[in-house]
């Protein structure tokens, strides 16, 4: 069982920058890919960046070169450096936890991003 608790979400103008942060706890987190997906009115839930346990991310075309991933394995979590925000950036976004053996998935609560001046 994984616990994912998102934070540093809020009101920010274009152009500016926030940084999310995934606290986990429960399961071992170094065995889990973690991921931030996002969900905005009228669209469906997709991947906005993802990192394995060994250290490999993705992103989506949509933010490559704007957002960055990690992770701390030490202190069992995942943030997401979001710079040169835009309005459509606005969505809530979700911290997600895959296991690489189990296959379990875990999501938190999330938190909403608001790009807007």
């Known amino acids: 069982q994984v616990q994912l608790v998102e934070s540093g979400g809020g009101l920010v103008q274009p152009g500016g920058s926030l940084r999310l942060s995934c606290a986990a706890s429960?399961?071992?987190?170094?065995?889990?890919?973690m991921g931030w997906y996002r969900h905005s009115p009228g669209k469906q839930r997709d991947l906005v960046a993802e990192?394995?346990?060994?250290?490999?991310?993705n992103y989506a075309d949509s933010v490559k070169g704007r957002f960055t991933i990690s992770r701390d394995n030490a202190k069992n979590t995942v943030s997401l450096q979001m710079n040169s925000l835009k309005p459509e950036d606005t969505a809530v976004y979700y911290c997600?936890?895959?296991?690489?053996?189990?296959?379990?998935?875990?999501w938190g609560k999330g938190t909403l991003v608001t790009v807007s001046s």
């Open positions: 429960g399961s071992i987190f170094s065995r889990y890919a």
């Open positions: 990192i394995t346990s060994g250290g490999s991310t």
């Open positions: 997600n936890a895959a296991g690489e053996e189990n296959g379990m998935i875990y």
